[in-house]
């Protein structure tokens, strides 16, 4: 299920930018480095590994080789109804099955610098201030897959998609027999990005920080990651609980590997070539 990694890394022209986020305020951090994304100048990866070891991101490890964002973790659930399939520690273990230290706004920064774009979660906008009619707004955001990392009880590293630890909601009422077993129908997320609140006074608030919401499977409109379309989180309305026939044992330290399809930068020699 391995992907081949870019040879080039398209974001080795913002390693003055990454630098700086763990130096100012999350919602400079969030908004100046989204704007500078799309920069690109020619480094050494070598360089750009330098630059990624002096930023403080706790929990949260860029991986160059594999074009990763590895996000540590550990199984929180084994069986039930899911709303979420990652959370922060301490916000909503009863419904997810990986909970990680990291904050959010961590690995939405550590998503940037891989190259990544944020959109949105799925939100509703006023369409007209004098009537007081909505929108609704669909998600959107840059393509993540999403894997699984452990050691077997052989002690074997095993990569599997997160679709592989999922399955249609057995408990759901109005679930088609057929789909009774159905295994979750993707491994791939948007990078939707959560929302930045103003807070009193002080610094701008990133939602996901304060809510939990990592990686979601119902929608809430203020999440990391997401489906590229809704599920209610109302509690008759669950489409999907935990498949636990790969899963490790609750308690079980994993990483949450978060691959974004960056499409490689072009090869410098023969872009030269063609000029």
Same mark, same amino acid.
């Given at each position: 299920?391995?992907?081949?990694?870019?040879?080039?890394?398209?974001?080795?022209?913002?390693?003055?930018?990454?630098?700086?986020?763990?130096?100012?305020?999350?919602?400079?951090?969030?908004?100046?480095?989204?704007?500078?994304?799309?920069?690109?100048?020619?480094?050494?990866?070598?360089?750009?590994?330098?630059?990624?070891?002096?930023?403080?991101?706790?929990?949260?490890?860029?991986?160059?080789?594999?074009?990763?964002?590895?996000?540590?973790?550990?199984?929180?659930?084994?069986?039930?109804?899911?709303?979420?399939?990652?959370?922060?520690?301490?916000?909503?273990?009863?419904?997810?099955?990986?909970?990680?230290?990291? /904050?959010?706004?961590?690995?939405?920064?550590?998503?940037?610098?891989?190259?990544?774009?944020?959109?949105?979660?799925? /939100?509703?906008?006023?369409?007209?201030?004098?009537?007081?009619?909505?929108?609704?707004?669909?998600?959107?955001?840059?393509?993540?897959?999403?894997?699984?990392?452990?050691?077997?009880?052989?002690?074997?590293?095993?990569?599997?998609?997160?679709?592989?630890?999922?399955?249609?909601?057995?408990?759901?009422?109005?679930?088609?027999?057929?789909?009774?077993?159905?295994?979750?129908?993707?491994?791939?997320?948007?990078?939707?990005?959560?929302?930045?609140?103003?807070?009193?006074?002080?610094?701008?608030?990133?939602?996901?920080?304060?809510?939990?919401?990592?990686?979601?499977?119902?929608?809430?409109?203020?999440?990391?990651?997401?489906?590229?379309?809704?599920?209610?989180?109302?509690?008759?309305?669950?489409?999907?609980?935990?498949?636990?026939?790969?899963?490790?044992?609750?308690?079980?330290?994993?990483?949450?590997?978060?691959?974004?399809?960056?499409?490689?930068?072009?090869?410098?020699?023969?872009?030269?070539?063609?000029?």
């Amino acid at each position: 299920m391995k992907q081949t990694p870019p040879k080039h890394h398209p974001l080795i022209g913002v390693v003055t930018v990454a630098i700086l986020l763990a130096m100012i305020p999350t919602d400079k951090a969030v908004a100046d480095s989204t704007a500078k994304t799309t920069s690109s100048e020619s480094g050494s990866t070598e360089s750009l590994e330098g630059a990624l070891k002096k930023l403080k991101l706790p929990g949260v490890h860029i991986n160059l080789k594999e074009h990763c964002v590895d996000v540590d973790g550990e199984i929180c659930l084994d069986e039930g109804p899911l709303e979420l399939l990652a959370c922060t520690k301490n916000s909503k273990e009863h419904e997810s099955i990986i909970a990680v230290g990291a /904050m959010p706004r961590h690995i939405h920064t550590a998503l940037l610098l891989m190259g990544s774009t944020p959109g949105n979660p799925a /939100m509703q906008k006023p369409l007209s201030k004098q009537n007081g009619t909505w929108v609704h707004v669909p998600p959107r955001g840059a393509p993540v897959d999403v894997f699984i990392v452990f050691k077997n009880k052989q002690g074997i590293v095993v990569e599997r998609p997160v679709c592989d630890l999922i399955k249609a909601y057995s408990g759901k009422k109005k679930l088609r027999t057929k789909q009774k077993d159905s295994q979750f129908p993707t491994n791939t997320f948007l990078f939707a990005g959560s929302f930045l609140r103003n807070h009193g006074n002080g610094a701008r608030k990133y939602l996901a920080d304060m809510s939990g919401h990592v990686i979601s499977i119902a929608t809430f409109g203020d999440e990391l990651l997401c489906l590229p379309r809704v599920y209610s989180h109302s509690t008759n309305s669950l489409e999907w609980q935990i498949d636990a026939t790969h899963l490790p044992e609750v308690g079980t330290k994993v990483k949450l590997r978060l691959r974004p399809k960056v499409a490689p930068a072009p090869d410098a020699d023969k872009v030269n070539e063609k000029q």
